[in-house]
Nanobody, 128 residues
Framework: QVQLVESGGGSVQAGGSLRLSCAAS????????MAWFRQAPGKEREGVAA????????YYTATAKGRFTISQDNAKNTLYLQMDSLKPEDTGMYYC?????????????????????WGQGTQVTVSS
């Protein structure tokens, strides 16, 4: 079974930066999809960024483009989300998600229902 553990969250002022990490373990799948989601109080869970092993494509929600960068360290089996120029609206619980053993259509990269493994989340708070 796959286990995902997020870290790197914290509190920053608007304009600051954070780098989130997601350590993955328990799988040996060649093909996988990994993503970052976030959820603010009272709001729906939102896909922030995703990376697919097949094709090497990355995807971002419109509000994250140009500010966030998703990447991975293959040796450490870790997914990262570099967040720059943070805004108060970026505040929320950030979750690492994975889909292994099967693919996800590009159109569904930000659909939480398509991911079958989730971390416990790491809190990001951006103050103005």
């Amino acid at each position: 079974q796959v286990q995902l553990v997020e870290s790197g969250g914290g509190s920053v002022q608007a304009g600051g930066s954070l780098r989130l990490s997601c350590a993955a373990s328990g799988h040996n799948y060649k093909d996988y999809c990994m993503a970052w989601f976030r959820q603010a109080p009272g709001k729906e869970r939102e896909g922030v960024a995703a990376m697919y092993s097949y094709g090497g494509s990355t995807y971002y929600t419109a509000t994250a483009k140009g500010r966030f960068t998703i990447s991975q360290d293959n040796a450490k089996n870790t997914l990262y989300l570099q967040m720059d120029s943070l805004k108060p609206e970026d505040t929320g619980m950030y979750y690492c998600a994975a889909r292994v053993g099967a693919g996800i259509l590009v159109r569904d990269w930000d659909a939480s229902r398509r991911y079958n493994y989730w971390g416990q989340g790491t809190q990001v708070t951006v103050s103005s």
